[in-house]
């Protein structure tokens, strides 16, 4: 992206939401420069999935979205996705992505948010264990990082 356009933008985000410079010492515009370019990445990604991925160079320039100028899009089809550099470090991705023996399973709640409200759950035990005892009942539970990988990984047979 253009150094202008994205400093323009920043101006945008910034005086819309009157952010200060540091947030709990963490410069915002580097947060806002990260975060817009997961969502560019993203984007472009799912540009890929819809209109070139399964298409021949020429099928794919004549699927231009309407949203993107011509120029950009010849450039993204000839010279950015369609180059024997991007294709061969695309087909390697896949290769890995092949090999994963586990798949994430959270969805979009971070691993760190499912693990904080693992945390503050009360602890899970039978009903039955507590009727008619007047015994302390041991909650046996397996340990967090044990719960943490089975609630967010999925095991692929």
Not at 95 to 106: C, D, W
Not at 108 to 120: G, H, K, L, Q, V
Not at 134 to 149: A, G
Request: net charge positive; with cysteine; hydrophobic share 30%.
């Amino acid at each position: 992206m253009d150094p202008d356009q994205k400093q323009r933008l920043y101006d945008k985000i910034l005086g819309k939401y009157n952010l200060p410079e540091k947030v709990g010492g963490a410069d915002v515009v580097e947060a806002l420069s990260f975060q817009c370019s997961i969502l560019y990445r993203h984007w472009r990604f799912r540009l890929k999935e819809e209109h070139y991925r399964g298409k021949t160079k020429a099928q794919a320039r004549a699927n231009k979205p309407l949203t993107i100028d011509n120029e950009a899009w010849v450039w993204l089809v000839d010279e950015y996705w369609g180059s024997p550099k991007q294709e061969r470090i695309s087909k390697i991705n896949t290769e890995n992505k092949l090999r994963l023996k586990e798949t994430p399973a959270n969805g979009s709640r971070s691993t760190a948010r499912i693990c904080y409200d693992m945390m503050n759950e009360p602890p899970v035990f039978s009903t039955q264990d507590l009727e008619g005892s007047s015994e302390p009942v041991e909650v046996k539970q397996k340990p967090i990082y044990v719960r943490l990988f089975e609630k967010t990984k999925k095991i692929i047979a």
